[in-house]
């Protein structure tokens, strides 16, 4: 059973941190580009960031640019999503997908595989 399943969400206070990590199983992912998306309440599921299969690229939302740093561990089929900073509006459920192939892509129409996400909180 192919399988991404994230880890680390939680609660905290505004100005600090968590790292999510999603692990693979299943088969591999390390072809694949990776991504975040994360899902307010009430609100449609929206792009976060993308690391290449090779993990030299990288890609972020406007909204998280210089706070937030995806990486990957190809040995360890993983992908993590260090985020700093944290304000009120990055509260949400987030989860870690893998694209169709290699194509590092914002649209989520072009993800295959998705975990079952981790609530993130973060408190004002």
């Known amino acids: 059973q192919v399988q991404l399943v994230e880890s680390g969400g939680g609660l905290v206070q505004a100005g600090g941190s968590l790292r999510l990590s999603c692990a693979g199983s299943?088969?591999?992912?390390?072809?694949?580009?990776m991504g975040w998306f994360r899902q307010a309440p009430g609100k449609e599921r929206e792009f976060v960031a993308v690391?290449?299969?090779?993990?030299?690229?990288?890609y972020y939302a406007d909204s998280v640019k210089g706070r937030f740093t995806i990486s990957r561990d190809n040995a360890k089929n993983s992908v993590y999503l260090q985020m700093n900073s944290l304000k009120p509006e990055d509260t949400a459920v987030y989860y870690c997908a893998a694209a169709r192939g290699a194509t590092v892509t914002e649209s989520p129409y072009e993800y295959t595989n998705w975990g079952q996400g981790t609530q993130v909180t973060v408190s004002s």
């Open positions: 690391v290449s299969w090779s993990g030299d690229r990288t």
């Open positions: 299943g088969r591999t992912f390390s072809f694949n580009a």
